[in-house]
């Protein structure tokens, strides 16, 4: 490959991570995504946006894991980024599950309550 | 004393009336109250046409765990002494009822189960539910070093500290075998008497063979993880 193409990938992922980023920042700001969830989206991002501008990072850091090639450890980062937020977004379903269960006892209860009320006023 | 019974009712308009009305006849000093799990069918109005139990609908179909555990925050609040879980679909028999009430009123037990396998029962289930029970049995077994030999049975009663307890923690789905290791862990005491069940009157099992598989691997799961946890 020659240097006109690096620079060329280069500048693409810096502009591909960043527009990521500004992206995911401009949801939380109009409130479409909240930050507990944005949290591990961004730094994903960020550590590619890292990688994008010093490029050497990666080459060492593939060596010190053993991977002979270097952009399969890029895919590696964003495996493990992209495990992560499935596993956040279960454990977000299962906490919504149970909020949810609770609403739908709480409300069978309520109205069961509400009927016995308006049938003795009667 | 205050004892209610507790049905979880999933489309069960065409047995519900018999079980609300043979509670009735065996034991006229409970209360009834049905959980109706989001049916379809007519089952809330069938039941409350009896005239002999309060209907509580949960709006959407939400599991039995979830529609069993509404009966025990009803029965807390109602500040019951005593409550039995009993199927809608009628294969329990209230004439058992005394029977499995009776370790309860003197205090012998925090839960009591009604077992098809104690006594000689012309019961057969499936022949993957009937191993399903055996592994629970031998999960048993190993954790707690007892024998339960009807784990899956939700033929119950419990008693004040058991419905306390259940009322805050309750499992979803398949919640039988769960709730025995639970209890047990809180330091209850878990009991079995020999009933007989009748054939399932009207519907199907909710018990298919893929529903079997998942059934025996996410309690297993379940269970195994509530005996790491302290």
Sequence with gaps: MNDVNIIRIQILAIAGSTFLI?????LIRKKRLREEFSILWLLTAFIFLFISIFRPLLDKFSYF?????PPAALFLILIVGLILVCIHFSMAISELKEINKK?????????????????EER | MKKI???????EEKNIEKVILSIKQWQPDFDIVVIN????????????????????????NIGIGGAVQTGFIYSRRKDYDLAVQIDGDGQHDAAEIEKLIEPILTQKADMVI?????????????????????????????????KITDSTSGFRAFNRRAIEILSQDYPDDFPEPETIFFLKKKGLKVMEVPVSMNFRQAGRSSLTFFKSIYYMIKVTLAISIMMLRK
Excluded: H
Aim: proline share 2%.
């Design chain 2, 5 to 11: 019974a507790i049905i979880p009712a999933f489309n």
């Design chain 1, 22 to 26: 500004i992206f995911i920042l401009n």
């Design chain 2, 37 to 60: 799990d989001g049916s379809v069918d007519l089952t809330s109005s069938v039941a409350r046409q009896t005239k002999q139990a309060v209907v509580i609908d949960l709006p959407a």
């Design chain 1, 103 to 119: 609403l739908l006892q709480e409300m069978a209860l309520l109205k069961a309550e509400l009927e016995k009320k308006s049938k």
């Design chain 2, 114 to 146: 009604g077992s098809r396998f104690l006594s000689q029962s012309k019961y057969k289930g499936t022949i993957w539910r009937r191993l399903g029970i055996k592994i629970f049995t031998l999960l048993n077994l190993i954790f707690l070093g007892e």
């Design chain 1, 65 to 69: 894991l053993g991977i002979s090639y």
